[in-house]
């Protein structure tokens, strides 16, 4: 196995913006990813679980792909290609990789409980034979309903070496980063869920989180105090944020608050979910717009000492 190409860091999944028509809105999309671009992280995740994929036709997503490695500024675009087959998601990686992406995202497929985990591993083996991108292993049950014990992750990792690191969202999050740790060393540990357990992740040995959030520069700064042995500061930093971090976490309604706060911000011009979704109804949109006000983080300005790339 390889050495991982992602650096440490904060890597941000990207929603997919829509007008209100529901139609894809690349220019709101690249006005976005231009903005993550000069927030510090190291790299976007696109077409992931909250990036929409699955809502997207064959055309939307070869634009939203193009469109981010055009917009990412130099920064690393990991591309969410997942399928429920061999063959798809080798397609989607092909295209993920002729478009210039740097890695690709793929979690396991459900399987018919009588195949057991062997159809998991030769999934892994035969999706990403051949493959030069890396792949990041995304190990999130909720999404894709297959837990990965440490000792599968393992085999996955043995039996396709493209295989160099993983998005970690099986809950409780820092007691697995300390699992993967110990028995796939070599293996590079990213969270996810949102960010709500982000410091602990780091503190149990985490390299990074690969999540999304409405202000993505705060976890920047986040790790990079945590990077440079300031626990303090990075506790304080994460602290201030964490009520914000944790509404946008709910379920159901987190990607329309998420796109709520960016088009606050004036990177997304309209916050629609396609359908069928939970709308955020009015007296949330109140509640998140008292909160911002306690947390004293102004939708349209950046939070934090410093947000620009290194």
Do not use: W
Request: aromatic share 6%; charged share 25%; with cysteine.
């Amino acid at each position: 196995m390889s050495a991982s190409s992602l650096a440490d860091g904060v890597y941000t999944v990207v929603p997919t913006p829509f007008a209100a028509d529901g139609t894809l809105d690349v220019r709101s999309f690249t006005r976005l990813m231009e903005f993550l671009a000069g927030c510090g992280v190291e790299g976007m995740l696109v077409l992931g679980v909250l990036g929409e994929a699955p809502k997207l036709v064959p055309d939307e997503r070869r634009a939203i792909v193009e469109a981010s490695v055009a917009a990412a500024g130099g920064r690393r675009v990991v591309v969410g290609v997942t399928h429920p087959s061999v063959v798809g998601t080798r397609t989607l990686a092909a295209a993920a990789e002729a478009a210039g992406a740097h890695a690709v995202l793929i979690a396991p497929p459900r399987v018919e409980r009588a195949a057991g985990d062997e159809a998991i591993v030769d999934y892994f083996a035969r999706s990403t034979e051949g493959l030069t991108l890396e792949v990041v292993l995304q190990d999130h049950p909720a999404s894709s309903g297959v837990p990965l014990a440490v000792e599968l992750i393992a085999r996955i990792v043995d039996a396709a070496p493209a295989v160099r690191s993983i998005k970690l969202e099986d809950p409780p999050t820092p007691f697995k980063v300390s699992r993967v740790r110990e028995e796939i060393p070599e293996l590079k540990v990213f969270g996810g869920l949102g960010g709500v357990f982000f410091l602990e992740e780091l503190r149990h040995g985490a390299n990074g989180t690969m999540t999304g959030f409405a202000f993505p520069e705060v976890l920047v700064d986040v790790f990079r105090a945590h990077a440079a042995g300031e626990r303090d500061r990075s506790a304080e930093l994460f602290d201030r944020c964490l009520p914000l971090i944790r509404f946008e976490f709910q379920e159901a309604i987190g990607l329309a608050v998420r796109k709520h706060v960016y088009v606050a911000r004036g990177l997304i011009d309209d916050a629609h979910v396609r359908a069928p979704t939970a709308a955020l109804d009015p007296a949330s949109v109140e509640d998140l717009h008292d909160l911002l006000a306690r947390l004293d983080l102004a939708p349209s300005s950046s939070v934090g000492p410093a947000h620009g790339a290194p």
